[in-house]
């Protein structure tokens, strides 16, 4: 067993996007970070579509996690700027949500309640105003919803940028404690401040339920612009969306499945994204088919992510589900605060990865332990 000389200010255990923008807002702020991964930028963080959208990811029961999810939008521009707008291919041309048939089209109304009560900025559109903005739309759509505020970015490119700005260490935790790490080659590593952000993994580590939950997805490759817009669509009840890029790929997902640590793609899974994202845009089916792909969404038993400090002194940055990449921003900048001592940028209560604990009291949220590093 030996030490790493000179030590580092912070390890962070996990290099998807939430570990490395992390790293890469701890550097910014002046603190020596390095991540642990034997395979940095391979696991949920490579399977995302990239939509950036708190609002057509908002749910009833789940305004908490609307708040982050807003937080992170706001704070996307000036990320995307500093990683290169263009180079990490960052939109803003909004999103449409869009109904199949009537009772699609009821269950985006009662969605569209939703986003009239929280004031979310949204038009409801009818059937010709849906093909008016997306033309590729079948003439049967039934209606939907445009969010100007939801965007888009192709996440393998913003994880290659950050590769090119944090140093990595291409090593599997074994051990964590709140300032050392054991890495599979027998090496312990000292630091004064532990992160995990191993994502689907993370339960694997601690004590955290983070459960892995299997989303498959496919690329298209086609003309540039065929697609105008990023498209959800509610297809006979299930969900869909076709995520265009600037060089003509289109990408289509993505199932939930909780079937643990599986990765396969399968021939149901890649008929099922097909059926229905041709029954919206009949027009995708000429199109080339160039990846079919799985990746393990982290969750947390309440679907909300876990940042915050535990009771162990880790600093857990975890649980991101389905919008990990929307809320790398937020929750960097909060990871940074948090091993600095200083405030969150966004309450961080609800997502304490102290809530699991049995005689935690959720309404109160548990108290922070901040901990800051001796200068
Ligand atoms: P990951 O990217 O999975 O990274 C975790 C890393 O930890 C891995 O690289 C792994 O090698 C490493 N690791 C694990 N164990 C260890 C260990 N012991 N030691 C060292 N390293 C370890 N989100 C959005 O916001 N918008 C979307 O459009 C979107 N689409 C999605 C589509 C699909 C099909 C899927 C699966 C997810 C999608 N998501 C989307 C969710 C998003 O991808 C995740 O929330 C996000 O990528 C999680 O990032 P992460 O860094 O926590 O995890
Ligand atoms: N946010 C899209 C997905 O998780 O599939």
């Not at 445009?146 to 935790?173: G, M």
């Not at 990449?325 to 209560?349: D, F, K």
């Amino acid at each position: 067993m030996s030490d790493l000389s000179p030590k580092p200010d912070v390890i962070i255990v996990g290099g998807g996007i939430i570990g490395l923008s992390a790293a890469w807002q701890l550097r910014r702020d002046g603190i020596e970070a390095v991540v642990l991964d034997p395979a940095p930028g391979t696991g949920a963080s490579h399977a995302a579509a990239g939509m950036l959208a708190p609002i057509h990811e908002a749910y009833w029961g789940e305004v908490h996690i609307l708040e982050l999810n807003l937080a992170a939008s706001h704070a996307w521009p000036e990320f995307a700027g500093e990683l290169g707008a263009d180079t990490v291919d960052y939109r803003r041309n909004g999103m449409l949500m869009a109904a199949h048939d009537t009772d699609d089209k009821a269950l985006l109304d009662n969605l569209g309640d939703l986003h009239e009560q929280e004031g979310l900025p949204v038009e409801r559109l009818r059937s010709r105003d849906c093909r008016a903005r997306e033309p590729l739309l079948t003439p049967g759509v039934r209606g939907g919803v445009y969010s100007p505020l939801d965007h888009q970015v192709n996440p393998r490119r913003v994880v290659a940028e950050l590769l090119n700005r944090v140093p990595t260490i291409p090593v599997s935790a074994t051990r964590v404690s709140h300032n050392r790490v054991v890495a599979d080659n027998g090496q312990t590593m000292a630091c004064q401040q532990v992160v995990v952000a191993a994502g689907a993994w993370t339960g694997r580590l601690l004590g955290v339920p983070i459960r892995p939950v299997k989303g498959q997805i496919l690329r298209l490759s086609g003309p540039e612009g065929l697609l105008a817009l990023p498209v959800r669509g509610v297809v006979r009840g299930s969900s869909v969306y076709a995520v265009p890029r600037s060089d003509g790929e289109i990408v289509v997902g993505a199932t939930q499945e909780e079937q643990g640590f599986d990765t396969r793609v399968t021939a149901g899974g890649v008929y099922e994204l097909l059926r229905d994202v041709l029954s919206l845009l009949p027009g995708l089916s000429e199109i080339d088919l160039v990846e079919t792909w799985a990746g393990l969404r982290p969750g947390a038993p309440d679907n909300a992510p876990v940042i915050g400090t535990g009771d162990d002194g880790i600093v857990y940055a975890t649980g991101h589900y389905r919008n990990g990449i929307l809320t790398a921003p937020i929750t960097a900048a909060a990871v940074s605060a948090l091993v600095q001592g200083h405030e969150p940028p966004v309450n961080l209560h609800p997502f304490s990865p102290s809530r699991f604990h049995p005689d935690c009291d959720p309404s109160s949220g548990a108290e922070q332990t901040l901990s800051g590093i001796p200068g």
